[in-house]
């Protein structure tokens, strides 16, 4: 359970806000590349931390990020023109390039010191892993490196990656994926469907029914340098062994789903706050092994794990407006939901919440372990900047990023970190080299 000044230092993340500092001192994905397919195209409208902002590519193949709103007479950049390296207003003509420097200013008299002085708000932006990701924190001469993030090494054929629309506070969406005790009740079909015939330890089937059966894993707690490691253990067949589901948190916003064994592909999530109320996930799939084959990516693309079916806009088609499809004949019968999807389940009950959850309410249990770690070390951490100046070190080790999660079967007398070393060859789950 938080306080009321805890719970709003937590989600509130406008400029003015010390989460919203702390946000700022990392680069956040703000647009998917082919939103930006081509030099001069048409721009993208972006907000994030509570700032209206504009995106273009420019004619040099470069993505600008400027204020949305022209400081002439305050006319919506969205709407410009985007030509010969610079976003034109189409009220007055003024113009600014991707630096936010005033390129021309065609209604100032010649000779006039504004040519000089006018600009807008702009960001550095950079391309990784097909995303276009930006730098709003303080502009200095040594920009930490963008996270690197596994999904972004890995040659496009080996990745997929999507955007999807949430409606409610950030910090809802990185809970859920850190609670897996969940998925021994929101994502399990209904008792009479489950089944115990196939006895290959790898097998999702499985892996379905230990978590159907222990809804209350056993959780370890791992620190590192950009985060930590979630590690679930649920009891199998044999008294023996557990099943292990290992999670990675990144600072400030990286998630990873934890059920991938050896040889599958790897998901995970940037979470990015637009407003208090709403943010977007960033998803990526990667394969550091083999291209994903086209069966796996019309699985993905039809909503498939972490990923949501979503619309031309990345809103996922089931959502708040539609109750998510909700059919109570197939909650009766086949799934603990009614909802179709993984993805959609998680989003259903975690906006469910409230635009904002009201953490003054909670009565925690041991199962919330790592929801606690993640609260405590984020808070810390914020704090630690607006009260002491103490900038955060994750956001200058960019390699530390490079991290797997997954699930393992271990024998029961191993702890955490020698699963992480057996599964992954690291005692934190670091790619090797």
Request: glycine content about 8%; some cysteine; aromatic content about 10%.
């Amino acid at each position: 359970m938080l306080t009321v000044e805890e719970n709003e230092l937590l989600t509130l993340s406008g400029a003015d806000t010390p989460m919203g500092q702390y946000f700022r001192r990392f680069w956040q994905p703000v647009a998917l590349t082919e939103e930006l397919p081509e030099p001069d195209g048409a721009p993208v409208r972006v907000t994030v931390l509570g700032e209206e902002l504009v995106a273009f590519r420019d004619s040099d193949g470069v993505v600008g990020l400027i204020d949305r709103y022209c400081p002439h007479r305050g006319a919506d950049l969205y709407y410009g023109r985007n030509e010969e390296c610079g976003l034109r207003c189409v009220y007055h003509g003024w113009k600014f390039d991707r630096e936010g420097k005033a390129a021309d200013l065609p209604n100032v008299p010649p000779g006039v010191r504004m040519h000089d002085t006018m600009r807008v708000k702009a960001y550095p932006t950079r391309e990784y892993g097909d995303f276009v990701w930006a730098y709003l924190g303080p502009q200095t001469d040594e920009l930490p490196e963008i996270p690197q993030l596994e999904f972004g090494l890995v040659s496009d054929s080996k990745r997929y990656v999507m955007k999807q629309r949430i409606e409610c506070n950030w910090v809802q969406i990185m809970e859920g994926d850190l609670d897996t005790s969940h998925f021994s009740f929101l994502h399990m079909p209904a008792p009479s469907l489950q089944t115990t015939e196939n006895r290959d330890a790898n097998s999702p089937n499985r892996h379905l029914e230990w978590m159907r059966r222990d809804g209350r894993p056993k959780f370890d707690l791992l620190d590192h340098d950009v985060g930590f490691v979630a590690g679930g253990a649920r009891a199998t067949d044999d008294e023996g062994e557990l099943y292990w589901r290992m999670t990675q948190f990144m600072l400030p916003s990286h998630g990873t789903g934890p059920a991938t064994v050896p040889g599958e592909t790897y998901y995970g999530f940037t979470l990015v706050p637009t407003t208090d109320t709403g943010c977007w996930m960033y998803c990526y799939a990667w394969n550091p092994e083999r291209d994903l084959h086209d069966a796996e990516l019309a699985k993905i693309k039809e909503g498939h794990g972490i990923f949501a079916e979503v619309g031309a806009d990345y809103m996922p088609m089931r959502n708040r407006s539609n109750d998510y499809d909700i059919d109570r004949e197939v909650q009766k019968h086949q799934t603990y939901t009614g909802v179709k999807g993984t993805a959609e389940q998680d989003i259903m009950i975690q906006q469910s919440q409230g635009w904002i959850a009201d953490r003054t309410r909670e009565n925690l249990t041991a199962t919330d372990a790592a929801v606690v770690h993640f609260r405590r070390l984020i808070i810390g951490q914020a704090k630690a900047l607006a009260e002491k100046g103490e900038e955060p070190a994750a956001a200058r080790n960019a390699a530390a990023f490079c991290t797997r999660p997954g699930a393992w079967v271990a024998t029961s007398d191993k702890e955490l970190e020698a699963v992480l070393t057996e599964r992954f060859g690291h005692p934190r789950g670091r790619v090797p080299g």
